[in-house]
């Protein structure tokens, strides 16, 4: 369960689980893997147990749920939980937590308040909702009315945007998946304000050694475990601030599945006490070096009509040196409305190095985009619109 969990879904059905999946959007491929489909929203609003067809099955969470422990800790009182405990969540999401763990490594968090009083209104600080994912609702705080929804304001930091990967299970040292690089080439995917664009992976850096010491107090004095992602900033002097820790598997990770050909999934459930049905999963052998990806979205309003599904059809095959793996991600059904600033598709990349990786995504995104351009694709897209007016 989570905001958006193909990637999840996918690397589970590989490691021989039956996946039964709830999130926002029910792209094709997710339902292509997926033994049932929920929608997220209709289980957050179920009484009681929502899954009560599939009694005593874990769960997993994914983007999004960190921020409802009240419901992860209904779900655990009857089900096996294959993630960090609501206790656990509360914990390394509280800012003030945080920041005595961090300190304690050498690391910095930015600087917080609950309450804009006496701060400037120059931009130096992010006004972010307490209950956010993916970077969603975070803006510059240049005063005004504050938010009516809980919310925190941070100080900037300006630096390079780091996401680190990493496996927590009891009694054993964490252990490093992979770094990523936030991607650069923000504006290539019209993502909104400080919505999550992407990723590369890099090599990890010298300081990474300090976010391992991180997350083991974390697994230590709160019981994180599980695939946990760390996310930080690099200002290129050797100061290193954590921005938020993840309690559970981030976007980002497919990337170390794609140049790794590890199991994402088998990591995180033998980390969490579940014995995967294949301990030998199956695996995509590495593409590359360096792999990144991108979500692209859409900059109006866009109807998937017949002629863009061909085309991502098209651009797949065009792009995919291989039949096991993929270049378009996270496909909206046919017959689907997506409305301007939302995510169309996932995008990805290869190359021998990193900006090899994220030059050829950016080419891939202005194909895409000239591409849903095309005279018949924008006449498809009107007529699907006119239908639905007709519809409404």
């Not at 600080?125 to 938010?147: D, E, N, Y």
């Not at 993502?191 to 083991?216: M, Q």
Request: some cysteine; glycine content about 8%.
């Amino acid at each position: 369960m989570g905001g958006s969990v193909r990637f999840l879904a996918s690397s589970c059905q590989r490691a021989g689980w039956d996946v039964h999946a709830a999130d926002r959007f029910g792209d094709a491929d997710l339902l292509a893997v997926a033994a049932s489909y929920r929608s997220l929203p209709a289980v957050l609003d179920a009484a009681g147990d929502p899954f009560p067809e599939l009694a005593g099955m874990p769960f997993l969470f994914t983007g999004g749920l960190e921020n409802a422990p009240d419901f992860l800790a209904r779900l655990a009182a009857s089900r096996p939980s294959a993630g960090a405990s609501p206790a656990a969540v509360r914990a390394v999401r509280d800012p003030q937590r945080l920041a005595a763990e961090a300190a304690r490594v050498g690391l910095q968090v930015p600087e917080s308040h609950a309450a804009p009083y006496g701060l400037p209104v120059d931009g130096s600080f992010l006004v972010k909702p307490r209950a956010s994912v993916g970077g969603q609702g975070i803006a510059r705080w240049h005063g005004g009315t504050a938010p009516d929804r809980p919310s925190l304001w941070q100080r900037v930091h300006e630096g390079t945007p780091h996401g680190v990967s990493l496996v927590l299970a009891d009694n054993q040292p964490p252990q490093l998946l992979g770094v990523c690089r936030s991607l650069r080439c923000r504006a290539a995917t019209a993502a909104p304000g400080w919505a999550y664009a992407g990723s590369v992976t890099v090599a990890p850096p010298p300081w990474v050694d300090r976010i391992l010491a991180l997350a083991d107090r974390l697994a230590r004095q709160h019981g994180l475990r599980g695939v946990v992602g760390i996310d930080c900033i690099d200002d290129a002097t050797g100061r290193v601030v954590v921005l938020e820790v993840n309690p559970r598997p981030t976007a980002s990770m497919e990337l170390h599945e794609r140049t790794q050909g590890l199991s994402i999934a088998t990591a995180h459930l033998t980390a969490c006490g579940l014995r995967p049905p294949n301990l030998s999963p199956q695996l995509r052998p590495p593409m590359a070096s360096a792999s990144s990806k991108a979500i692209l979205y859409a900059s109006e309003a866009l109807a998937i009509t017949p002629e863009v599904c061909s085309l991502f059809d098209a651009l797949a095959t065009a792009w995919s040196p291989r039949q096991d793996t993929f270049a378009i991600a996270d496909l909206p059904a046919a017959g689907s409305q997506i409305t301007a600033g939302s995510p169309v598709v996932t995008i990805f990349a290869d190359g021998h190095a990193s900006e090899a990786a994220e030059e050829l995504l950016e080419q891939r995104l202005s194909q895409l985009r000239t591409a849903l351009l095309q005279p018949a694709i924008r006449r498809g897209i009107a007529s699907a619109a006119a239908g639905a007016r007709n519809c409404i």
